[in-house]
Structures are given as C-alpha cells and as structure tokens.
C-alpha cells in the first residue's frame, strides 16, 4: 500500500533532486536544477496555501512524488472554465529500484488519486501534462481522466484533462490495486 505524506524539504531535497535530474523526468523542466533550487522550489510551494507537495511511501521507502495545487489560482485559471472542487495534480514515480514491476506506475497514480479524493471538497482533479508525454496521458486515461484540449501554457504545450469522483471510481472498480 502507498501512503502519502507531506513533503518535508530537510528531509526529502536530495531524494527528489535525484528524480527530478533524471533523464525520464525530462518533462517536469529541472533536469539542471540544483539541490538549492529545488529545495527553494518546494519551501515556495509550502508557502502558499494554494499549493501542496507529497511524497508517497510503500514499505518505508519514497516510492513518488506529487503535487496538489488549486487551478483557480494559477495559470490553468485562463485557460479553462475553473470550477469549485476542481483539484490539479503532478505526479513523479521514482526511479526502480532492483527489477521492474508490473503495474507499478498505475498503483501510485491510483494512490495518487485516492488520495486527492480523499478530500470530500474535491469534485474533479485537473491535470495538464506535456501533449507529447504519451505515457502518462496513457496512465491518466486509465483513472479515468478525459481530455479537454490542447492548451499552450509558458512553458508547454498540454493536454488538459479532468477525472471526475465517478469517473475515478468506474475506471479502477475491479481492478487490483
């Protein structure tokens, strides 16, 4: 089972600099970034009451990293009709450890998810990935996310897609976690 937990910049800085530095996490834009950098970045985003970071655990061991922002109150405002209950999402799983395993990258979406619907509050989560990032698009339909459209944000092009309680709820029922 993966369990979520606030991101703490003492404690997870350098795990996360080492995933965001990697070459698959090509599309969160940090692969130069320094420790600092991301250590400001994230001290940042626990000042203000818009945005949150987590880090997902299995086992003891930081398996992902996510974040959870209110679109009402960022770029995506402009760029669709924002609704109350309306929750955006990034998510990072972090870099194997040992062999692969089957189904890995859709048991911490799907925890990713449980967990921003966790809140009662939250109607739909909201995510814009990079348009070309076929993978996670891949991954975000089958939680049951459906896309809205394209849209050019500062520094990509994205696909703008939103899940639905329901939507989430149908797309995992029957399916082992």
């Not at 944000?153 to 149908?170: P, Y």
């Amino acid at each position: 089972m993966i369990v979520l937990r606030p991101f703490d910049p003492d404690r997870d800085t350098g795990l996360v600099h080492d995933w965001l530095t990697r070459p698959y996490a090509h599309f969160w834009d940090m692969l130069d970034a320094t420790p600092q950098q991301v250590r400001d970045g994230y001290v940042a985003m626990a000042a203000d009451p818009h945005q949150d970071a987590w880090i997902g655990e299995r086992d003891g061991r930081a398996v992902l990293l996510a974040e959870t922002y209110d679109p009402a109150h960022g770029e995506l405002a402009g760029h669709y009709d924002t609704q109350d209950g309306d929750l955006g999402m990034h998510f990072l799983t972090a870099p194997p450890v040992g062999p692969p395993e089957h189904g890995f990258t859709r048991a911490v979406i799907r925890a990713v998810m449980a967990h921003c619907f966790a809140a009662p509050e939250v109607l739909r989560v909201v995510v814009e990935p990079d348009v070309r990032n076929a993978a996670v698009h891949a991954l975000n339909e089958a939680v049951g996310f459906r896309a809205l459209g394209e849209v050019q944000l500062h520094d990509k092009r994205a696909l703008l897609s939103v899940c639905t309680r329901a939507d989430f709820e149908a797309a995992v029922e029957g399916v082992p976690a």
